[in-house]
């Protein structure tokens, strides 16, 4: 049965980071997923941020991309952590409370639109998983990638319902991130915050306390390489050990979105996936990939 | 009908687009909101109607980004407040002394403690602070801003403004199009009507109005 889906990809994908677009798309095509632009959407809208500024806005905002996608009659699937923790959350926080799904649907119709809560919110490495399957994954990867990984799967995707297991996201992303025939390694630091978000709150804690000590450890275990399932701490790991340099600290890690590792292990040429686009050197990563 | 009663019902009538609201918030307690273009209009009516008007004083709340003027009166036991709200970016008050004369200490003092400039107050000296005192220095005003932390700031305008907190430059636009996608991603904002639906949802709920954003500008009233 065909896998369809709209795809969210919030902001910093399409804006700062299109390569995970464009890698996305390859590996969607070739494992024969469908996904569907979401045309009229809006910032999801930013998760630590915006629920601060005004709780109604910020319900308001999800509730009309949820209803965009209602009225596609698709579910969503999104490429982004913080986009998933706002949309997923608002989403059964809507479901489950009445009188806020009435007091969001008044503001939704005066623009004639409406949200009952029948969008399923998922994120891609639970599509990937849940619906395609690691199996139909593993029969498109023909370039087998042999280099060491570390992944970093982001604070937002530990989120599960009450009582559910905070790692099954994770564990499927380190099922999946291995079908790329890659060696996943073990730093012990994997639960711990990139530091985007209280980069606007102190920079110097952000980097010197999250990311420095995340870097550390990548770098002891050997890994040639951090996968990230998240736009946000992929600028943040990419910019920031730019950023560090400023303290003394020189790493040159490259950073990449775990759709980038699948696309290259499905032997799309990565010319064609404007890896240059990286802040950090994941162009001459996959260069030298290439040519083994 | 109740004196609250009555003067809201006067008031709504004499001041038309001028009358913005009015609350009754206790026995004797009446506030009614307004223009502030429409405030010496407001007191003349109070005084026409009710002979027995005592003024009580005005109040000034700076709330960042507005002056809030409260003009109390009296009639009859029942006080009466005039609320209106003035933004900092003109911070001007208009003098009601040759109205009510009682008014010209408070309105002095109010311009000495908040910088605010009182229009045709016939006498207008410093009251409390001495003449050589320092425009940018009134005690009691505060900054021109909300409590937003200023790093976020420009999250805020860019979300509002463009209904996505990133902007796509020329470049990555190129790189979208040799990768096979569009130039522009179907955003919000790359559709008037969609951008208007957002703009509209944003004022509905009144964020534009607790960050203090300038929809002529298109930017925070503040930096």
Redesign the interface.
């Known amino acids: 049965m065909a896998v369809k889906y709209v795809s969210f990809l919030g902001c910093q994908i399409p804006m700062r980071l299109p390569c995970t677009e464009i890698a996305s798309n390859r590996v969607f095509e070739k494992i024969g997923l469908e996904a569907v632009d979401l045309p009229g959407y809006s910032c999801c809208p930013e998760p630590v941020i915006s629920r601060q500024l005004d709780k109604t806005t910020s319900l308001a905002i999800s509730a009309r991309n949820l209803a965009l996608a209602e009225e596609l009659g698709l579910n969503m699937m999104i490429l982004c952590n913080g986009c998933y923790e706002t949309l997923d959350e608002a989403n059964e926080f809507l479901r489950h409370n009445p009188e806020e799904m009435r007091r969001v649907n008044d503001i939704l119709k005066r623009y004639g639109k409406r949200y009952s809560g029948g969008v399923e919110v998922k994120h891609v490495v639970e599509v990937l998983y849940e619906d395609i399957g690691p199996d139909r994954i593993r029969l498109n990867v023909t370039k087998p990638l042999n280099i060491r990984v570390a992944l970093h799967y982001g604070c937002h995707m530990y989120r599960e319902k009450k009582g559910a297991d905070i790692m099954r996201k994770p564990n499927m992303m380190k099922e999946l991130t291995s079908l790329a025939g890659v060696e996943v390694v073990d730093y012990g630091l994997e639960r711990l915050c990139c530091g985007y978000p209280t980069m606007l709150a102190n920079e110097e804690f952000s980097l010197k306390n999250r990311l420095l000590l995340k870097l550390n450890r990548i770098k002891e275990a050997g890994a040639d390489a951090i996968v990230v399932a998240c736009p946000a701490c992929n600028i943040q790991f990419e910019m920031g050990q730019i950023m560090l340099r400023r303290y003394g600290e020189n790493y040159k890690i490259p950073c990449m979105n775990l759709m980038e590792l699948l696309a290259l292990s499905f032997g799309v040429p990565y010319k064609e996936l404007h890896l240059e686009l990286h802040k950090s050197p994941v162009l001459n990563l996959a260069r030298r990939m290439e040519m083994t | 009908m109740t004196v609250g009663d009555e003067v809201i019902e006067y008031m709504k009538i004499k001041l038309g687009g001028g009358f913005l609201g009015a609350k009754v918030s206790g026995e004797r307690r009446i506030s009614i909101k307004i223009n502030p273009s429409a405030l010496r209009d407001a007191v003349k009516a109070m005084k026409e109607k009710y002979p027995e008007l005592r003024f009580i004083t005005i109040s000034t709340v700076d709330h960042g980004l507005d002056f809030e003027f409260l003009h109390h009166f009296s009639i009859d036991g029942s006080v009466v407040t005039l609320r209106s709200l003035v933004p900092k970016e003109d911070g001007t008050l208009q003098s009601i002394v040759d109205i009510i004369p009682a008014a010209s200490l408070i309105e002095r003092e109010i311009s000495d403690l908040f910088g605010v400039k009182v229009l045709n107050h016939p006498n207008m000296r410093n009251l409390i602070l001495t003449e050589d005192w320092p425009d940018n220095k009134r005690p009691l005003k505060k900054p021109f801003e909300t409590d937003?932390?200023k790093?976020?700031r420009p999250?805020?305008e860019a979300?509002i403004s463009k209904?996505?907190?990133?902007?796509?430059s020329t470049f990555?636009q190129r790189?979208?199009e040799?990768?096979?996608?569009t130039k522009t991603?179907?955003?919000?904002f790359a559709?008037e009507e969609?951008l208007e639906?957002?703009h509209?949802?944003?004022k509905?709920?009144?964020?534009d109005r607790?960050?203090g954003f300038d929809w002529e500008r298109k930017s925070l009233r503040y930096k």
Do not use: H, M, Q
């Open positions: 937003l932390p790093k976020i999250v805020a979300l209904s996505c907190v990133a902007s796509v990555i790189r979208r040799d990768g096979g996608l991603p179907p955003f919000a559709d969609d639906e957002f509209g949802i944003i509905d709920t009144g964020l607790k960050v």
